[in-house]
């Protein structure tokens, strides 16, 4: 069965300061791979998603992540925090299950950003 | 913009009471799904529909059921409230094609006295 890990469960950086959020996950296909960003009380947003092709993906709000297949990975990365990027961020996998595509979510990392 | 509404966004019920959880999209999505979320666990399925009238189980589909009679509408069923289905419920939806992506609502925050 697929899943998603997020090894952590909370991290804290300074505004302006560089963000790197984990993400690995194991499917036995060609995984479709997303990060949405979660503010308190609110819904999930999309922040980005891959599919096939290159690699490096951009994404809304000047988040990227990169696949490497190598490592099953999908890291989420940011070169300068702003304090509203202060969220929960999910890392989910896409798989099959009968005619739909449903998402495997990992457990989160909550971001806090100091100013 | 697509659009996924949760009529209530916070409901307080007893033990034992029927509970309805309403959601509507209205980008005539094939596919809608509730998930449930909860601290340290992520968000976790429940149920999905691919068409109206058709349903299949996620990870978690112990003690909800589901109804999908018009296209836009999955509703979310709780026939006995427990105390342990206290938690925030996220319906989704999305279109059955290569690159989809599925659109959250806001969530419903429920708790069981």
């Known amino acids: 069965a697929q899943s998603v890990t997020q090894p952590d469960i909370h991290i804290t950086v300074s505004e302006g300061a560089s963000l790197e959020l984990r993400c690995n996950y194991s499917?036995?296909?060609?995984?479709?791979l997303f990060w949405y960003v979660q503010s308190p009380g609110q819904g999930l947003q999309l922040l980005l998603k891959?599919?096939?092709?290159?690699?490096l993906v951009q994404g809304i709000k000047g988040f990227e992540a990169e696949f490497k297949r190598s490592q099953s990975s999908f890291n989420l990365r940011k070169p300068s925090v702003h304090w509203s990027d202060a969220a929960e961020y999910f890392c989910a996998v896409g798989v099959l299950s009968g005619s739909a595509r449903q998402l495997t979510f990992g457990s989160g990392t909550q971001l806090t950003v100091l100013p | 913009d697509v659009k996924v509404t949760q009529s209530s966004r916070y409901l307080v019920k007893r033990t034992g009471e029927k509970v309805f959880l309403e959601c509507v999209q209205d980008?005539?999505?094939?596919?809608m799904f509730w998930y449930r979320q909860d601290p340290g666990l992520g968000l976790r399925l429940i149920y999905f529909s691919y068409d109206v009238k058709m349903k299949e189980k996620g990870d978690i589909p112990e003690g909800y059921s589901v109804s999908r009679e018009k296209k836009e509408r999955f509703s979310l069923i709780l026939e006995s409230a427990s105390t342990n289905q206290t938690s925030m419920y996220l319906c989704?939806?999305?279109?059955?094609?290569?690159?989809?992506?599925?659109?959250f609502g806001e969530g419903s925050w429920l708790t069981v006295v």
């Open positions: 980008m005539d999505h094939e596919n």
């Open positions: 989704a939806s999305s279109v059955t094609r290569t690159g989809n992506t599925i659109y």
């Open positions: 499917y036995g296909a060609t995984p479709y």
């Open positions: 891959y599919f096939s092709g290159d690699t």
